[in-house]
C-alpha cells in the first residue's frame, strides 16, 4: 500500500533525517516504527502525508508517487489517511463535535451524514457527553480520543499515528492503543510511531526500529529493543 | 456547490463572533481607516467648493467703445457664449453702466455734477465673461484680440479688455488654486495609503494567530478555497461591521461641525453635504470596507497556505 523507493531527506543543515529507506507497508497492516528521537520517525510520516518532500527517492501510495501530487490535488490524498499527532492538533475555535464535522464537511458528505455519523463516533471514542465541549475543556486523552474520532470518521484506508500516546498517561495510552487496535481490526491500515516499551510489546505486530535516519531492525512480530 | 458555500459562510459568521476580541480589534482599525477616507472624500469636497467659489470671483470685462452698435455687442457676446472654455456671458448696456456708475458714486457729488455737464453717457457697453477654469483666459482674450472675433476688416469696437491688467493676478490665482488641488490630493492619498497598510497588517496579525489551524485544516485534508473562504467572510464583516460604524459616526460629527463650516467655506454645509451625498458616501465607505477586509484575508492567508 505504501512503498518507500530509496529515500533520503536532507534537511538544510546537510543532516541526514533519511538515508536511503526502503520500506514497504501492506494493505490492513498494523505496522510500529521505534527509534530514538531524531532517528527519522516523523520524518518518515511527515514523507507519506506529503508534509515533506523526499530529497532523493519515492514515495508511492498503492500506485501514485506522492509527490509528484500537485499542490492543488494534494488535500484529495490526504482524504484517504486520517492522522493523529502527539499534540492533538484540533482546531482550538471549534468544539469537539465541530472538529470532526470539519473534517466530513471537507470531504463533501451531507450535513444528514454529518449529524448521524459524528455522534456515532464520539460513542466509539467514549466521548458522547462532550460533544460541545471546545478543546480547552478537555482533558489530553480526551483530546486525542476527538483526534481519533476526526481521523476515522471519513473511513479513510490508512491512519498515521504519530506518537500518539507522548502526552498522555498510562490508563489513556492503554485506552489510545484500544481504539487504534479496534480501527485496525475493522480494516483500516495504522502506522504507529511510539517510545512506548509497553504499547509495542502488548500489540504483537510488526516493528521497525529506525536509528540515524536508517532502518536497522524489521520484525513481522516484534518487541521493543534498542 | 451550494452546501459548501454554506458552510463557508456559516464557519466565517462563527468565527467572527468566536474570535470576538481580535475581531473587535481589526473592526476598531479597519473603522479608523474608513473614518480618514471619509475625511479625505470631505476634504476634497470642501477644496472643491473653496476653488470653485475663488474661481467664480475671477472674470474678464471687456469695455467697448461709446459709439460701438448693440447689434454688434450682441453678436460677439453670442460667438463668445459659443466657445467651449466660456461659462457665461453677462451684458451691461451703456445705460446700465451709467446707472451702476451713478450708484457707485451716490456721494460724491462732484463726479455727479460733472457727469451732468456732458451732453452724451460717456460710459460704454460692458460683457463680463466668465471662463470654466481660470487657466482659460488667455485664450478668451487671445480671441477678443483677433479678428475672428468681429470679422475681419471692420474697425474694432473693442475699448479695452482688462485681461491684460489682471493677467498676473489671475496666472497667480490659478497657480495657487492647482497647487492646492494637488497638495491635497497628495496628502489625502498619502493618508488613505497608510492607513490602509494599517488595515492590512491588523487583518494579518489577526490570522496570523490562526496559522497552526491553517495547517490543522491542510493536514485533514480541506482544500485552500474552503480554507481561505471563512477568513474572506470574516474580512468581509469586518468592513461591514466598521463601514456601518463609520458611516453612523460621521452623523453626529458632521451635524456638529456643520454651521462652523458653513461660515468658513463659503457656504459648504458638511452636514447636509453628507446628507444629500449619503448614497455615494454609503457606497464608497462599505465598499471600501468590504474590498480591504477581503483582499487583506485573501492575501494573508495565501501566506500560511504552503503546508
Known amino acids: 500500500m505504501i512503498s518507500f523507493n530509496k529515500v533520503s531527506k536532507i534537511y538544510s543543515d546537510h543532516s541526514a533525517a533519511l538515508d536511503g529507506i526502503s520500506l514497504t507497508i501492506q494493505p490492513r497492516e498494523f505496522i510500529s516504527i521505534v527509534g530514538h528521537s531524531g532517528a527519522g520517525k516523523t520524518t518518515l510520516l511527515k514523507l507519506i502525508l506529503a508534509e515533506e518532500r523526499p530529497t532523493s527517492g519515492n514515495v508511492f501510495f498503492d500506485s501514485t508517487d506522492i509527490h509528484k501530487l500537485k499542490r492543488s490535488k494534494l488535500h484529495q490524498y490526504r482524504r484517504k489517511i486520517g492522522a493523529i499527532f502527539q499534540d492533538f492538533r484540533l482546531l482550538p475555535n471549534k468544539t469537539a463535535f465541530e472538529n470532526i464535522a470539519f473534517a466530513m464537511e471537507m470531504a463533501g458528505r451531507p450535513d444528514e451524514e454529518i449529524s448521524a455519523d459524528v455522534p456515532y463516533v464520539l460513542q466509539m471514542v467514549d466521548l458522547g457527553d462532550k460533544m460541545w465541549n471546545f478543546p480547552h475543556e478537555l482533558s489530553g486523552g480526551e483530546k486525542q480520543r476527538v483526534a481519533i474520532a476526526r481521523a476515522i470518521v471519513n473511513q479513510p484506508d490508512l491512519i498515521i499515528a504519530d506518537e500518539p500516546t507522548g502526552n498522555l498517561d498510562p490508563i489513556n495510552t492503554y485506552d489510545i492503543v484500544q481504539i487504534l487496535k479496534k480501527i485496525h481490526t475493522l480494516g483500516t491500515t495504522v502506522i504507529l510511531t511510539t517510545h512506548n516499551k509497553g504499547v509495542i510489546d502488548s500489540l504483537k505486530k510488526r516493528v521497525v526500529t529506525m536509528e540515524k535516519g536508517r532502518i536497522i531492525r524489521d520484525d513481522p512480530t516484534g518487541k521493543y529493543v534498542l | ?307
Open chain 2, 1 to 307: 456547490m451550494w452546501t459548501s458555500i454554506k458552510r463557508v459562510i456559516k464557519a466565517g459568521l462563527v468565527n467572527f463572533y468566536r474570535d470576538g476580541f481580535v475581531s473587535l480589534a481589526s473592526v476598531l482599525i479597519m473603522t479608523v481607516t474608513l473614518f480618514v477616507i471619509g475625511g479625505v472624500l470631505f476634504l476634497s469636497a470642501t477644496l472643491q467648493a473653496s476653488l470653485e467659489d475663488l474661481k467664480s470671483k475671477v472674470d474678464v470685462n471687456v469695455y467697448f467703445i461709446a459709439s460701438a452698435k448693440e447689434v454688434d455687442i450682441l453678436a460677439l457676446a453670442g460667438s463668445l457664449r459659443t466657445l467651449p472654455e466660456v461659462r457665461g456671458v453677462e451684458y451691461i448696456s451703456r445705460a446700465e453702466a451709467l446707472q451702476n456708475f451713478k450708484k457707485r458714486h451716490e456721494r460724491d457729488e462732484l463726479t455727479l455734477q460733472a457727469l451732468q455737464e456732458l451732453p452724451d453717457n460717456p460710459l460704454g457697453a460692458v460683457l463680463n465673461v466668465r471662463a470654466k477654469e481660470p487657466s482659460q483666459y488667455e485664450g478668451i482674450a487671445n480671441f477678443l484680440k483677433s479678428d475672428s472675433a468681429l470679422g475681419s476688416g471692420t474697425p474694432s469696437i473693442i475699448d479695452e479688455v482688462n485681461y491684460y491688467d489682471n493677467k498676473a493676478a489671475i496666472d497667480k490665482l490659478t497657480g495657487i488654486i492647482r497647487a492646492a488641488e494637488r497638495m491635497g490630493m497628495a496628502f489625502a492619498l498619502l493618508l488613505v495609503v497608510v492607513s490602509i497598510s494599517i488595515a492590512f497588517n491588523t487583518i494579518r496579525l489577526a490570522i496570523y494567530t490562526s496559522r497552526e489551524e491553517i495547517g490543522v485544516m491542510r493536514l485533514v485534508g480541506a482544500s485552500n478555497k474552503y480554507i481561505r473562504g471563512p477568513f474572506i467572510i470574516s474580512g468581509i464583516l469586518y468592513g461591514v461591521v466598521s463601514a456601518l460604524l463609520t458611516l453612523a459616526l460621521l452623523y453626529p460629527l458632521t451635524y456638529y461641525l456643520g454651521d462652523s463650516t458653513e461660515a468658513f467655506f463659503s457656504g459648504l454645509n458638511l452636514f447636509r453635504y453628507y446628507l444629500a451625498h449619503f448614497g455615494e458616501f454609503f457606497l464608497i465607505i462599505a465598499g471600501s470596507g468590504i474590498a480591504l477586509g477581503a483582499i487583506a484575508s485573501f492575501f494573508a492567508v495565501r501566506r500560511y497556505l504552503n503546508v
